[in-house]
């Protein structure tokens, strides 16, 4: 069965320090991959989206993220956190598989994201 | 462009009592998707819209239904309503034409607590 699984329920890290946030995903050709973030009780704001090409994708607020086929992965990073980058990220993934697929994504866990001064 | 809106934003419910949503997609866009974020299971999908028609649904009871007008906006549904039922519920719109590929844009959620 198709799934994303988010390694990581909460990750806190200092204020400046570097960051990855893990994601995996279980399929048998390559999904279209979305990084979702969600402060407290908001919606979801897209950082960045991968479908092909470039394995290396950068996203808004100065996220990037990296698909690596071989580990059906899709990383997320940021070299330099911000206290406001505190929330909850969400790994998304669609999978081509004709009509089941339309307008679904299928999330991971999330990850908490605290960040301390 | 205006944002995805949701209405209302919070909801007080108490079991046996229906309960419907509204969502407003962006301007242009055709395509609703419906979701429910609980602490336990996460973010699940509910179903989706497309120029007035279901094309995709999720695995939720029958009592979840939806539905979407001629404007897009999109109306959810759910019926006898269960403590479980307690959680966000997330539209998100996108244009519809694109495939799996398009960008879900989401709107803040509607807050609902049954009791």
């Known amino acids: 069965a198709q799934s994303v699984t988010q390694p990581d329920i909460h990750i806190t890290v200092s204020e400046g320090a570097s960051l990855e946030l893990r994601c995996n995903y279980s399929?048998?050709?390559?999904?279209?991959l979305f990084w979702y973030v969600q402060s407290p009780g908001q919606g979801l704001q897209l950082l960045l989206k991968?479908?092909?090409?470039?394995?290396l994708v950068q996203g808004i607020k100065g996220f990037e993220a990296e698909f690596k086929r071989s580990q059906s992965s899709f990383n997320l990073r940021k070299p330099s956190v911000h206290w406001s980058d505190a929330a909850e990220y969400f790994c998304?993934?669609?999978?081509?598989?004709?009509?089941?697929?339309?307008?679904?994504?299928?999330f991971g866990q999330g990850t908490i994201l605290t960040v301390h001064p | 462009k205006a944002g995805v809106t949701q209405t209302p934003r919070y909801l007080i419910k108490t079991r046996g009592q229906q309960v419907t949503l509204s969502c407003s997609p962006i301007?242009?866009?055709?395509?609703v998707s419906w979701y429910q974020q609980t602490p336990g299971q996460g973010l699940q999908f509910l179903f989706e819209y497309f120029s007035e028609t279901q094309r995709n649904k999720g695995n939720f009871p029958g009592r979840f239904s939806g539905r979407q007008f001629s404007n897009s906006r999109s109306e959810m549904n759910v019926s006898t309503l269960e403590l479980g039922d307690s959680a966000l519920y997330l539209c998100?719109?996108?244009?519809?034409?694109?495939?799996?590929?398009?960008?879900?844009?989401f709107g803040p959620g509607t807050r609902l607590l049954v009791l």
């Open positions: 998304a993934v669609a999978f081509n598989a004709g009509g089941t697929s339309y307008g679904k994504l299928t």
């Open positions: 998100a719109s996108s244009l519809g034409t694109g495939g799996p590929r398009e960008t879900q844009y």
């Open positions: 991968y479908f092909s090409g470039d394995t």
């Open positions: 399929y048998g050709a390559t999904p279209y």
């Open positions: 301007s242009g866009h055709r395509s």
